[in-house]
């Protein structure tokens, strides 16, 4: 029933962003004019972006895209929406829905981002299965923590302010453990190299999921 539920719920999900394609575009425009003013700050027609520099900048714009793609998740949703939501479906169903579809839109607009990055910045990444591995993790990552929080925020009147303050404990770790990964994939070392950091960023993700699961039952009742 759960998951019958979870399948519904995705295609809904997937549905309305198709018919209000101006939030997905919005999502592409962002990445693409981020890319273009990165190119044009550092004047790289005459100089090379240093791996570093190219890797950290990388995340930032992944990092700042989520929040825009995923901050709407439960804001946008009208309260006699919800409500109706609330007649049909369990809790349970909604928020694994929604982590699931906004991980989905996430890694699609990862791969267009690192792609758009690459040709237009260079692409400094030698083992280039690891680093995309290392993005799936992040958009989940990434995805989980903002739905659930955003959740929260939809709870206290769209309150912008209270979703960056609880988000950012979690982003935070997640977010230099992605950077160090990406880094040891752009370096082309071994991948046993960044064992401990994939372990440690699939059990957060495991674990948000799971608080997920648990609580948000009790803050839709609330």
């Known amino acids: 029933m759960l998951l019958r539920e979870i399948q519904i719920l995705v295609k809904k999900e997937a549905l309305l962003e198709w018919r209000e394609r101006y939030a997905l575009n919005g999502l592409l425009l962002y990445i693409v004019s981020t890319v273009m003013i990165t190119y044009l700050s550092f004047n790289l027609k005459q100089a090379v972006l240093s791996p570093p520099t190219w890797n950290t900048l990388f995340w930032i714009i992944l990092l700042f895209t989520a929040i825009n793609a995923v901050a709407k998740s439960f804001m946008q949703e009208r309260q006699g929406r919800l409500l109706y939501y609330y007649t049909l479906v369990s809790p349970q169903g909604i928020i694994l829905s929604k982590i699931i579809y906004n991980s989905l839109l996430m890694l699609v607009i990862a791969l267009i981002g690192f792609a758009t990055y690459a040709l237009v910045l260079g692409n400094p990444v030698q083992d280039t299965g ?12 990434f995805s989980s923590t903002l739905t659930m929080v955003s959740s929260i925020a939809a709870k206290a009147n769209n309150n912008a302010t209270l979703m960056a303050i609880l988000s950012f404990p979690v982003i935070l770790p ?17 991948r046993s190299a960044s064992f401990d950091e994939i372990l440690t960023l699939i059990a957060i993700n495991m674990i948000v999921a799971t608080v997920s699961f648990i609580l948000f039952p009790y803050l839709w009742r609330g």
């Open 130 to 141: 690891l680093f995309i591995f290392n993005m799936l993790l992040g958009g989940i990552g």
């Open 174 to 190: 997640m977010l230099l453990m992605l950077i160090k990964t990406s880094k040891n994939a752009m370096d082309g070392l071994a």
